[in-house]
């Protein structure tokens, strides 16, 4: 069974930081590229950074670039995202999401919840 459990979540101030987690099982983690995608209240679901499994080479959307990094640990199954210089617009629920080719559908974690205060 595939799982996706994130952790790392919180509340902080604009200009803070927070690193996201997220530890999966079920799959083969090193051979998968990996993704988080966040969706702010009333919105729908915007993916905001990628990371391939084969060389590691990181994606993000513009709106997040240069502030927020992913990265992958392939020995402890683990995708982290470093969020630095948060802003308000970036208060949304945070959600470690993966296809897994072998199973033919999508994975979501049970997201993290990040609110940014002004």
């Known amino acids: 069974e595939v799982q996706l459990v994130e952790s790392g979540g919180g509340m902080v101030q604009a200009g803070g930081s927070l690193r996201l987690s997220c530890v999966a099982s079920?799959?083969?983690?090193?051979?998968?590229?990996m993704s988080w995608v966040r969706q702010a209240p009333g919105q729908g679901p915007e993916w905001i950074s990628g990371i391939k499994a084969s060389d590691s080479t990181t994606y993000y959307r513009d709106s997040v670039r240069g502030r927020f990094t992913i990265s992958r640990d392939d020995a402890k199954t683990t995708v982290y995202l470093e969020m630095n210089d948060l802003k308000p617009e970036d208060t949304a629920v945070y959600y470690c999401w993966v296809y897994v080719w072998g199973k033919g559908r999508e994975y979501w974690g049970q997201g993290a919840q990040v609110t940014v205060s002004s």
């Open positions: 079920g799959f083969t983690f090193s051979n998968t590229d």
